[in-house]
């Protein structure tokens, strides 16, 4: 795959690599670390998609490999290359610029690896995404305005995503003070 090209990740491949960009690890580490996380109650990932993913990130030119003996057997420990990590970078970046009130796991994936950023580029996510979050209330507030005389059934398919919307507001509001204070970031 050429530098010049945008690589999609895929779900499972961006948690997989995520986890790998933490610390070289095997496929049964990273298991462990998703089972230790409880990531599959927040995010789609089973136990067979690991390896295949593995084999596709490394043709990829996403992580790199070799041969350790751990135990007396022969195991095979993944590694980050850069361009896996510009990868990885740049969808975290994407994901969190684009945040915008959706339940998306790729959002909480994202926002687990947030510290991969500067903090200018963190403070620049999540304010672009604060801004976006705004203007979707916005025009949110407008159509209930214009719909308020419709039964509440309709009317509460433009109340709840308000409510969730401003529970959304408040939160990244709270994470760039958070960030904006030099609070640790792991």
């Known amino acids: 795959m050429s530098k010049n090209e945008v690589y999609e990740l895929s779900h499972v491949a961006f948690v997989v690599l995520g986890l790998i960009s ?13 089972e230790k996380r409880g990531m599959r ?3 789609s990932i089973g136990k067979s998609s690991i390896y295949g993913v593995l084999k596709k990130l490394e043709k990829d030119g996403l992580v790199k ?12 420990v993944y590694d980050i290359t850069p361009f896996g990590f510009d990868v ?8 969190l610029h684009n945040y915008y009130g959706r339940n998306d796991e790729d959002f909480y ?19 672009d995404s604060l801004k ?4 979707h209330k916005k ?3 407008k159509m209930l305005k214009d719909n308020k005389n419709y039964p509440t059934n309709v009317i509460g398919l433009f109340k709840h995503p308000l409510m ?10 709270w994470v760039i003070e958070e960030i904006s204070k030099d609070n640790k970031i792991a």
């Open 22 to 34: 933490e610390e070289s690890s095997n496929g049964k580490k990273i298991d462990e670390k998703i």
């Open 132 to 135: 976006k979050i705004k203007d």
């Open 164 to 173: 969730i919307l401003q529970t959304d507001l408040e939160f990244l509001e």
């Open 41 to 43: 109650d927040w995010t």
């Open 139 to 141: 025009l949110l507030q």
């Open 88 to 95: 990885l970078k740049r969808k975290v970046k994407l994901i």
């Open 109 to 127: 994936v994202a926002y687990s690896m947030f510290p991969l950023l500067s903090k200018e580029e963190q403070i620049k996510a999540f304010t």
């Open 65 to 76: 490999s070799w041969i350790e003996e751990l135990d007396n057997r022969m195991i095979r």
